[in-house]
């Protein structure tokens, strides 16, 4: 019974690396294949954060939760992909990784920070509200 205690506790440690290490990035292309088309939500800590469309072109249409939709491209800089988004001064870089969970994203320069994972995949083009609906 003590023998397998070293044992559990080896498996229990492997377990933990396999999840903190999510594997090798995401190539551009590999990234367009998986991306191009499809309509994404992403959820960190398991709460919904946001949701980003896919379009030809690199092109993409992202809204977070509840508000208005921003359009914009991606391109690669190294392992990392970078969203410009209209209205947005600054680039929004990510590593993205294909893994058991699903795709996911990590923000470049914040290793340890909450990474995005994709919890929904749809064909269905994002609704986009407008600001001025209604008025």
Not at 4 to 22: F, G, M, Y
Not at 68 to 88: R, T
Not at 107 to 125: M, N, Y
């Amino acid at each position: 019974m003590f023998r397998l205690a070293p044992l559990a506790a080896c498996a229990a440690l492997l377990a933990t690396a396999a999840l903190a290490d999510p594997g090798t990035p995401l190539t551009a292309e590999e990234f367009d294949a998986l991306s191009r088309g499809r309509t994404l939500t992403y959820a960190a800590g398991g709460q919904v954060y946001g949701i980003e469309q896919y379009l030809p072109g690199r092109k993409v249409r992202w809204a977070f939760l509840g508000d208005i939709c921003k359009e914009g491209s991606w391109f690669p800089d190294g392992e990392h992909i970078c969203f410009a988004y209209d209205g947005l001064p600054t680039l929004q870089c990510w590593t993205f990784y294909d893994t058991p969970r699903g795709l996911t994203a990590q923000f470049r320069g914040d290793p340890a920070g909450e990474p995005l994972v994709a919890v929904e995949d749809s064909p269905e083009p994002l609704g986009c509200a407008g600001p001025e609906v209604g008025v």
